[in-house]
């Protein structure tokens, strides 16, 4: 059985050649040649391929990553909660009545991203929750704000602000009482991930729960003074700010309050969940979190069971393909740097921490750096590829797969240039596992789980070009490199979904009657 190798370059699409288009302009002659001498075809990696609501909903590296790992599509994220608020099953859970009853005396908090990107969040499901929390007699509320400027336009704060600020008015009464409280750009407080970065979390909890920080008269306020002190400063790197009262902070999370974190996706909710839920937490000092009622939109890890109360349940992914060929004996081995791993490890396997298998898989994790991405653009590309080649040389595995960030996580910097030394970077190392590959006589896929290097720059409402730090709509490749050329790719309209398939049937094996279908001939 020859190995087959999986390597995911996230972020990296097909552009459309222009100014913005990081892929185009970057030098990749590996990546060139496969595509001008390879089997290959373009895949949906966006909205309805992947479980989200429409196809105006970009992808993103969660979805994408379960996609890939387990050849179906689930509903997930947006449209999960999305139907449950249409259904009313998010209000009648026993955790919604907890976090109500939890706060009768007190006040209901929401933290979360104030954006309607449907990648972590979605304002909409904001206005839905502060709605149910009025209507079950909830008499106070805070919302907590993370500004986006990543899967939204970088500077459209104020646009999403104002939306909030005009429904709270509406909402208000004699008897409801609902402000924000606190903010900052989410790549400054709250939403770290992977444990790269705690002091993130730890300034988002001096924010939101102490109230400690800069004062303002309202979130407008702190926006418009943070650009006009630092120039060019997008939203996701706005420093946090407290909304304050005669000198004292309106919203000061306290025993007797609940809190609901409404951020649906998983990676970048699990440390402030952990801050606020886990028994003997030593990450800081939190102080005394007993009395509050915590809950996230959704369980983010089922398997640490992260959080401890969450309103509603997450997709029960079954039948991987990581299940399938620990069925056959087959040994697999993953890799990436923290920024990525767990992509490659726990949303490949779907939404699992743990391994299928013990015995028979491998999982690596790089250390990425914790600095800017745009400061160190190659980010750990040459580690992984070295990981790589070793694990393909070793002869132990027959299905390996990593994820190269850069495209990505450079991406969302904004930095076209570092952005095209990311990509150049990874089509390095792509070409280092093709000469590996081909000493062992492996097979090679090359693909994506979403867009974003392919788009960098976008026209604004005044019709100005614009940096864009957002995923695209673009789709990505699947390419199949195979020196023996024994397979062939069929004509047809595919989407990530579509690759676990076609893995199976490179080993010979008859794919689960519920995955999407193979790409082979």
């Not at 900052?184 to 729960?209: L, N, Q």
């Not at 570092?418 to 093709?434: C, F, H, P, S, Y």
Request: charged letters at 25%; aromatic letters at 8%; hydrophobic letters at 40%.
């Amino acid at each position: 059985m020859r190995p087959v190798v999986f390597v995911v370059m996230d972020g990296v699409g097909y552009g459309d050649g222009g100014a913005g288009d990081a892929v185009s302009l970057a030098k990749t002659p590996n990546l060139d040649n496969l595509l001008a001498t390879c089997q290959n075809v373009k895949l949906k990696a966006h909205g309805t391929a992947v479980g989200l609501p429409s196809d105006d909903d970009m992808g993103n590296s969660e979805v994408g990553h379960n996609a890939l790992g387990c050849g179906q599509i689930y509903a997930q994220g947006a449209k999960l909660v999305d139907e449950s608020i249409r259904s009313g099953a998010l209000f009648g859970s026993d955790s919604w009545h907890e976090v109500v009853d939890g706060c009768k005396n007190g006040t209901l908090h929401f933290i979360g991203l104030l954006s309607d990107g449907n990648v972590h969040s979605n304002i909409s499901h904001l206005f839905e929750l502060i709605k149910g929390a009025k209507k079950d007699g909830v008499c106070r509320v805070r919302v907590h704000i993370l500004l986006d400027g990543r899967d939204v336009p970088a500077t459209s704060a104020l646009d999403y602000v104002n939306q909030l600020e005009v429904f709270l008015t509406e909402m208000r009464a004699d008897d409801f009482d609902c402000r924000i409280a606190s903010g900052g750009g989410r790549m400054k407080i709250t939403m770290d991930r992977y444990e790269a970065d705690w002091g993130m979390v730890e300034r988002g909890w001096s924010t939101h729960v102490r109230g400690e920080g800069r004062g303002f008269a309202s979130a407008a306020e702190a926006i418009e003074t943070y650009r006009s002190e630092q120039p060019g400063i997008i939203d996701q790197d706005l420093p946090p700010f407290v909304i304050v009262e005669n000198v004292e902070p309106v919203g000061r999370i306290q025993s007797g309050d609940s809190v609901v974190l409404f951020n649906f996706r998983g990676d970048r909710a699990l440390e402030i969940c952990r801050a606020f839920d886990e028994v003997g937490f030593a990450k800081f000092d939190r102080g005394d979190v007993s009395g509050i009622t915590f809950a996230g939109i959704l369980e983010y890890d089922s398997d640490l069971k992260i959080p401890g109360r969450y309103i509603l349940p997450p997709p029960d992914i079954q039948n991987t393909l990581s299940e399938l060929l620990v069925s056959h004996g087959i040994a697999q081995y993953a890799v990436s740097e923290t920024q990525k791993y767990g992509h490659v490890t726990y949303f490949w396997n779907g939404n699992r921490s743990g391994k299928v298998s013990e015995e028979l898989e491998t999982f690596e994790e790089i250390l990425s750096d914790n600095i800017s991405f745009d400061q160190a653009p190659k980010m750990k590309s040459r580690e992984i590829s070295d990981k790589l080649i070793a694990a393909i040389e070793s002869g132990k595995y027959g299905f390996l797969r990593c994820n190269f960030p850069n495209g990505d996580m450079v991406g969302h910097t904004g930095s076209l240039d570092a952005t095209i030394i990311g990509v150049e970077a990874v089509d390095e190392a792509l070409g280092r596992i093709l000469q590996a590959a081909e000493k062992v006589g492996a097979m090679v896929i090359v693909t994506a789980d979403h867009g974003n290097a392919d788009k960098m720059l976008e026209k604004s409402k005044s019709g100005d070009m614009t940096v864009r730090t957002a995923h695209s709509l673009n789709p990505v490749p699947f390419i199949l490199w195979d020196s023996q050329q024994e397979r062939k790719l069929k004509d047809g309209s595919f989407g990530l979904a579509n690759c676990a398939a076609t893995v199976a049937e490179l080993f010979g094996l008859t794919p689960p009657d519920c995955w999407e279908e193979s790409m082979l001939a």
